[in-house]
């Protein structure tokens, strides 16, 4: 997919805040994160995607830089090993706040590419490419 939107809204889960995802089993996937297999797989995705948000340049992650499994990975598949938990084809770098985005359908948290600054954009009485010669906006002229 070309675009951040594209890929966001590819992943987003639509999720609800407090919902539980391993419930008391939470322990398997803090289990999994821990492990030297999983350390090995986020250190070659996180290579391969540059540290860049959803892999894409333009998007670079400034502080921690998370691992998404673009299909969730369930309690079954960390009892059985599955072999999706580590399939970099699964796998994609994700901000915090992306990740968030993701799971909770707020694509208002997503992350801004600055504009393109242009001559004059900050200047509300110079527009683009017109001359103060042609535009009289004072009251006093």
Not at 24 to 29: I, V
Not at 96 to 124: F, Q, S
Request: aromatic share 10%; charged share 25%.
């Amino acid at each position: 997919m070309p675009t951040f939107e594209e890929r966001f809204l590819y992943l987003q889960l639509d999720g609800s805040v407090g919902k539980e995802t391993f419930g008391f089993n939470r322990y398997l996937n803090q289990t999994l994160y821990r492990s030297d297999e999983w350390r090995s797989i986020r250190d070659q995705i996180i290579i391969r995607d540059n540290g860049c948000d959803l892999g894409m340049y333009g998007y670079e992650i400034q502080g921690r830089i998370l691992i998404h499994h673009l299909n969730p990975i369930t309690k079954e598949d960390i009892i059985n090993r599955s072999s999706v938990i580590f399939d970099p084809n699964n796998l994609v770098c994700v901000s915090h706040i992306t990740h968030n985005a993701i799971h909770y359908g707020n694509e208002g948290l997503l992350p801004k590419v600055p504009k393109e600054r242009t001559k004059n954009d900050t200047c509300p009485w110079k527009v683009g490419d017109i001359k103060n010669e042609q535009r009289t906006l004072s009251p006093w002229n």
